[in-house]
């Protein structure tokens, strides 16, 4: 049983930056598969980052070069770095976790992109 638990959201304004967390509880947190996905308004939850257990990413091409997804195995921690915020980054950020057959969501942070 792995918990996921976010943090770091908040508003900031267009092409600032802001990084958020994610603190893992649970055994064998190194073997997961990690990302991010965000929920916008009346739309579905999309992946804007994953990290493998060996530490491969991968992005959208909507975020990329724009966003950053780390991890630290020893404080179980993820990270997502985003950088040149658009309005259209605006929604609930979403920590995932995926081992096997089994899948974690953490609760969410808000996060608004405004001026």
């Known amino acids: 049983q792995v918990q996921l638990v976010e943090s770091g959201g908040g508003l900031v304004q267009p092409g600032g930056s802001l990084r958020l967390s994610c603190l893992a509880s649970?055994?064998?947190?190194?073997?997961?598969?990690m990302g991010w996905y965000r929920q916008a308004p009346g739309q579905e939850r999309e992946v804007v980052a994953s990290?493998?257990?060996?530490?491969?990413?991968n992005y959208p091409d909507n975020v990329k070069g724009r966003f950053i997804i780390s991890r630290d195995n020893a404080k179980q921690m993820v990270y997502l770095e985003m950088n040149s915020l658009k309005p259209e980054d605006t929604g609930v950020y979403f920590c995932?976790?995926?081992?096997?057959?089994?899948?974690?969501w953490g609760q969410g942070t808000q996060v608004t992109v405004s001026s």
């Open positions: 990290i493998t257990s060996t530490g491969i990413t």
């Open positions: 649970g055994n064998f947190f190194a073997s997961y598969y």
């Open positions: 995932n976790g995926v081992r096997g057959l089994r899948t974690y």
